[in-house]
């Protein structure tokens, strides 16, 4: 498959290879950031508008973001989890807000790591609950407070954890840190710069909504909630709606369907067998160009720590892999 020739980056002013290296700055449960050299491996060489309908900690973003991939390129990041998408909106928005916020968080943390954890965890429940729409958290309404209590939570809780119990509370136990690093002023500022550029959109929508607008030659990475190994690797969703397995097969059915009409696809995945059946060896998925590659990734999210260590993931894609 050839990409349809692409405009030149100065029709567009999309952002440029940050001048120092932008991080994620939430940690997110299944974040790629130690994936990457492998990711790196199904880039396309060249493709149109970039979309990433499962953003969580962004990593792939921000690494194309580094290497100065997504100049002068359209970027749709969306996610259907409100307190993600609200947070990353307001980090773009008022990020000195946000610091100001945090650097407060911080300091009350350090002189008592868990009342003070538990006492902002009670005070982010019901603030967040405030913005529910009765479906889940609007985006729209979240607020640099908010915002920054996200991060605190992220940066302090077990894992980096975001999970939701039956009732839609956010109940993340602290984690084991003796001097986290909750407010990188530095990093959220150059953040805020690259989620500024015109071309970057985010919004709150399901994936398939967020995809729906997808053409021929667009780069689209995906790294939804992983099916699990096993009856008990399954904690409470981090959006009240979970993802079930008709929400693996219906995504399946998308991946199809863009491989047709010509967009570059990648899919992280888990390799459960309800995934093997999808894509490893299925007839459809292999008609539409797609390829399964298992690959080792870091188990980190296991109360046991020595249950912890490599697992095999999938990268599904129709991507040409580049062999250094």
Known sequence: MTAPALPSHSEHSGPPAASRPVRPFLKWAGGK????????????????AY??????????????????????????????????VGCYAHVRDEPEAVIKHLQRLAARYTRDPQGHYYRVREKFNPARQAISNGQGI??????????????????????????LNSKGQFNVPLGRYSNPRICDTENLRNVAAVLSAPTISIKQVRHVDGLAGAKAGDFVY????????????????????????????????????LAR?????LLSNSTAPEV??????NRDAERAGLHAYQIL????????????GQVKEYLI????????
């Not at 950031?33 to 149109?48: M, N």
């Not at 640099?144 to 939570?153: E, K, N, S």
């Not at 990734?297 to 720590?305: E, L, P």
């Open 261 to 265: 009409k010509g967009c570059w696809v």
């Open 138 to 163: 609007e985006s729209g309404r979240y607020t640099a407070d908010l915002a920054a209590m996200l991060v605190y939570l992220n940066r302090t809780g077990f894992n980096g954890l975001f999970r």
């Open 297 to 308: 990734a870091r188990r980190t999210i296991n109360s046991n720590a020595s249950r912890r």
């Open 276 to 281: 093997a059946g999808l894509y490893d060896g």
């Open 33 to 48: 950031r130690q994936l990457l050299p492998r990711l790196r491996e199904f880039y396309p060489e060249a493709f149109g």
């Open 51 to 84: 979309r990433e309908p499962f953003l969580g900690s962004g990593a792939v973003f921000f690494d194309l973001v580094n290497q100065g991939r997504l100049a002068g390129r359209r970027t749709f990041l969306t996610d259907t989890n409100g307190d993600l």
């Open 222 to 257: 995906l790294d939804p909630p992983y099916a699990p190994l096993s009856a008990t690797a399954q904690f409470t969703s981090y959006t009240s709606e979970g993802f079930s397995t008709g929400d693996q097969k219906q995504l399946q059915r998308t991946l199809i369907r």
């Open 317 to 324: 894609t129709n991507i040409p892999q580049r062999v250094s």
